[in-house]
């Protein structure tokens, strides 16, 4: 209990000292896309950049990490681009049922490589390098947001893995790549194998 709330401190603390905190990025879902067709993510916002990804119709929790002359620029799975803002309509960021801190962020670290997973349904899931990739579940025990505020958010989960993350918006890089994410994490997490305080980027993988 001790070392949690050790943990727990450092991890606030780190979450106040790492720089000025963000605007929260905001989540939209695709309209006035055609049933068969998609909508096309570029390069840059441009109509006639290349096109590196797309979206279906009606797809949600699509984030937006920077509006720039009607185009917003997001994330997806293996790709990063540009969509144009006629075709999204902004959402409320959906709470956990039952706890006031949203679900649906997927967080990752390098040196070492970790991942983890908040879902939207109260489970997730976290791997490293000494877990071999292998994830290890969880079920989350309380996830809230700060009081009085807007952010940042904490989670506590117990499984096969146990601790608990701090999030909050803020401009985060991966440090090995050209990717840009909207929020950063730190957690302290165990398991069988020993604790690890980790400390990442995260991001609001669009639901399709």
């Known amino acids: 209990m001790r070392a949690c709330l050790a943990g727990l401190i450092l991890a606030v603390s780190a979450v106040l000292a790492g720089g000025s905190a963000l605007a929260q990025p905001a989540v939209y879902r695709v309209v006035n896309v055609d049933s068969g067709d998609v909508l096309n993510v570029r390069r840059t916002p441009s109509p006639t950049s290349a096109i590196v990804g ?40 959906a709470m956990i049922e039952g706890y006031t801190a949203p679900g649906g962020f997927s967080c990752a670290g390098t040196e070492p490589f970790w991942g983890l997973a908040i879902g939207m349904n109260g489970t997730g899931a976290f791997n490293d390098a000494v877990t071999l990739g292998e994830e290890r579940s969880f079920a989350i025990g309380d996830a809230r947001t700060a009081q009085g505020r807007f952010y940042p958010y904490v989670y506590h989960f117990d499984g096969e893995a146990s601790g608990f993350a701090v999030i909050e918006p803020r401009a985060c890089s991966d440090g090995m790549s050209e990717r840009e994410y909207g929020w950063h994490v730190v957690a302290d997490i165990g398991d069988g194998e020993g604790r690890r305080l980790l400390d990442g980027c995260c991001w609001t993988p669009p639901a399709e």
């Open 54 to 93: 797309s979206l279906p119709p009606g797809a949600e929790r699509v984030e937006v990490l920077e509006t720039r002359h009607g185009w917003g620029r997001i994330l997806m799975r293996g790709a990063a681009g540009w969509v144009s803002l006629a075709y999204l309509a902004e959402d409320e960021r």
